[in-house]
């Protein structure tokens, strides 16, 4: 018999499914028997206790099964029969009115769009470039240094400057109030490292051990600590110890300590510049995918699925109470956390993941083994047994398919750019390394 769907709206589809009530019956009586065997209740001695019993205290149960498991074996049956691809699961209802012998049931879903990708001759996409300087070759060596450095205490009649490490107790108030959070003993901090607010490290610059001093610290609008930002507080503040820092040369000794193979300041550079690089490569990568694929949103036209939708926004506000739970979060299980402020996300990814599966199905754009290899082998070179790196992700189906996602989105990449009218931009290293990769 074939199956009639009835359009609603946009992608919205409904069907009707019949299931024949003694079909019902039979199924649920013989699971009940089946039950009867194992049952146990007072009174009576294992597969002794009568079927009136299993069925009033299984009966409802047993036929929600049934009615479930054949509702949905019925309603896979006539969307293959239909060809349709249904996005999301059914919502199924119950008829008012059934033919004789039989039980009748609307189910309405969603089907997945017709996705249609525009000329992406046309699509424009910016495309940055970077590369790794001496210089940045020479911050991360002065970085190297600094995790590396000692410090010896310094006289007392000495003052404290720049790159000098300060022990010092101090304690602030707000209208002659203190704060929470604005009172500390024995706090450590390095002089014109921007690890504390530029007045503070100003107030004690210049003071001895053993000094004290009261200043007032303003404290800027978008401070962290909402309870002070914008206000001005006074503080008192006691230096107890100055140190000056001392960093170790740039030496073949220095190179060695850090495991370098050519113990050289040539190899240490070399190793910097390799690493510096690969980063470089992944972050122009991050950076140039998420240009692509918001040309393939623009580029494409298609109705997004609600039901899919609201599935990502479900994964996505799981996602935030787990991370709250890792942050140590009371209650997080909870917390109140409005899907609105996930639905536009969800909506994009949704909207992007279909596009791009149509974009790779169409184009042949799947991971290839090959691929698949030298990416993991491109991964674990950072590591330090590489080989140990690569039989990690491929002893592992899910981590393999993190890998295989990652490999198609650069297909993608790579067949969008080839056809895009694509302008090239040189971004320099530090602003580069300043951004978050997507």
């Known amino acids: 018999m074939a199956v009639t769907v009835e359009t609603l709206e946009k992608l919205e589809r409904r069907i009707t499914l019949t299931l024949a009530a003694a079909d019902i019956n039979s199924e649920v009586e013989q699971r009940l028997k089946k039950l009867a065997r194992t049952v146990k209740a007072d009174g009576f001695r294992p597969g002794k206790v009568p079927m009136s019993v299993v069925t009033q205290r299984y009966g409802y149960s047993v036929q929600y099964e049934v009615m479930n498991d ?24 119950q008829k008012e009115e059934s033919p004789e012998g039989q039980m009748a049931f609307d189910a309405t879903f969603e089907v997945y769009p017709d996705v249609k990708i525009g000329d992406l001759a046309g699509a424009e996409v910016e495309r940055v470039v970077s590369e790794v300087t001496e210089e940045a070759i020479d911050k991360t060596v002065e970085i190297l240094r600094k995790q590396r450095r000692s410090f010896a205490q310094r006289g007392a009649a000495d003052v404290a400057g720049d790159t000098d490490r300060v022990t010092i107790d101090f304690e602030g108030k707000l209208d002659g109030e203190p704060f929470q959070g604005g009172k500390a003993e024995g706090f450590q901090f390095i002089i014109g490292e921007g690890q504390m607010l530029e007045a503070f490290e100003k107030a004690v610059r210049g003071m001895k051990a053993g000094d004290s001093k009261t200043f007032p610290l303003a404290f800027p609008e978008d401070y962290h600590g909402k309870d002070v930002a914008g206000k001005e507080a006074d503080f008192l503040v006691t230096v107890k110890k100055i140190e000056s820092q001392h960093l170790p040369e740039v030496n073949e000794a220095f190179a060695k300590s850090l495991g370098i193979s050519d113990a050289s300041v040539e190899g240490l550079r070399a190793d910097i510049k390799k690493n510096l690089e690969r980063e ?36 996505m506000v799981a996602a935030a109470r787990e991370d709250l739970k890792k942050r140590g979060v009371k209650d997080a299980d909870k917390a109140p956390i409005p899907e609105e402020i ?41 590591y330090e047994k590489p080989a140990e790196v690569v039989r990690w992700y491929l002893s592992d189906r899910n981590r393999l398919a993190e890998v295989e996602a990652v490999v198609v989105e650069n297909n993608v990449t790579d067949f969008v750019l080839a056809k895009a009218k694509v302008s090239d931009k040189a971004l320099p290293f530090d602003e580069l390394m300043a951004q978050q990769a997507n």
């Not at 006539?78 to 691809?85: D, G, P, Q």
């Not at 995918?289 to 994964?315: C, F, S």
């Open 342 to 382: 996930f639905r536009p996300q969800a909506e994009r990814r949704v909207r992007l993941g279909l596009v791009v599966g149509e974009l790779v199905r169409s184009n042949n754009l799947q991971a290839k083994p090959e691929q698949l290899q030298a990416h993991i082998e491109d991964l674990a070179q950072s």
């Open 280 to 315: 470089v490569k992944f972050r122009v990568l991050a950076r140039n995918k998420g240009a692509v694929m918001d040309a393939l949103v623009a580029a494409a036209e298609l109705d997004v699925p609600n039901a899919l939708v609201a599935g990502e926004t479900e994964r």
């Open 70 to 93: 054949k509702l949905g074996e019925a309603f896979s049956a006539a969307a293959n029969e239909a060809a349709l691809r249904v996005a999301g699961a059914p919502r199924i209802a």
